[in-house]
């Protein structure tokens, strides 16, 4: 229950003053969502972020499968979104006329229940693309292993920032467990609700994890901001 209110917090929260940014910058590369569902009134103009992969020369919407926990339908229950969720498109926050139009779920698994343990542990939906009207530039997967200190950096927006560009927000990897990266912080939010889904990429840009929530390290008993490693995203597209 604790971790459910933790992912839950770091969507519905958000930042309340000005605060600081890395000086780092980056090519536009971070969108946010749009849900449309059959039940109109929880349609989501504007929920969290997500971000353009791709990979063997395909393009694809990257998101994080966590939002399906705080908002959806009481009767879907599953990683399926038969007659629930009409439509799912993305757009940069700055020019919503740039959308990027969904066309399906690749990870749709009707036996995976969204309240499950395990939905977290492949924190991420994968879409194929209907129509693509961004000038959004698309992420590559990193494939080589992080190294102990280095920076890396959470590009998007909180929930409360309503226009201007995407921020970036700066950490030091730490650790890795299972298919957690686990970061120290070094320039971040006041609080990082609205940044789920957002990529999380290194130096030279390239995609290793997508935003998630926290894991406690086992060895200290201290919590960290752990996006969810792009490890299980890119063996999935491997195998597609």
């Given at each position: 229950m604790k971790l459910i209110?933790?992912?839950?917090l770091l969507i519905i929260t958000g930042c309340t003053s000005q605060e600081k940014v890395s000086n780092k910058t980056f090519?536009?590369?971070t969108l946010v969502n749009k849900i449309d569902f059959f039940d109109t009134k929880l349609n989501q103009p504007k929920f969290?972020?997500?971000?353009?992969?791709?990979?063997?020369n395909q393009t694809y919407a990257v998101t994080a499968k966590h939002l399906l926990k705080i908002i959806k339908p009481?009767?879907?229950?599953?990683l399926?979104?038969?007659?629930?969720?009409?439509?799912?498109?993305?757009y940069p926050l700055e020019n919503k006329s740039e959308i990027v139009i969904c066309d399906k779920l690749l990870n749709e698994n009707k036996s995976e229940l969204l309240e499950a343990k395990s939905t977290y542990e492949n924190d991420w939906l994968l879409f194929s693309i209907k129509e693509n009207h961004s000038k959004i530039k698309p992420l590559q997967i990193r494939t080589s292993a992080l190294i102990a200190g280095e920076k890396l950096y959470a590009v998007g927006w909180t929930r409360k920032m309503e226009s201007g560009?995407?921020?970036v927000y700066e950490f030091?990897?730490?650790k890795t467990i299972d298919n957690r990266i686990l970061l120290k912080d070094i320039i971040v939010p006041e609080q990082f609700g609205g940044l789920s889904g957002a990529p999380v990429v290194d130096e030279k840009g390239m995609l290793v994890g997508i935003v998630s929530g926290g894991t406690t390290d086992p060895e200290t008993d201290k919590k960290y901001f752990?996006?969810?490693?792009a490890t299980s995203l890119l063996s999935f597209l491997e195998k597609l």
């Open positions: 209110h933790f992912f839950a090519e536009e590369i969290s972020c997500g971000f353009l992969l791709q990979f063997n009481k009767d879907m229950k599953t399926a979104f038969d007659n629930y969720i009409k439509s799912w498109s993305l560009k995407q921020r030091e990897y730490y752990s996006p969810c490693s």
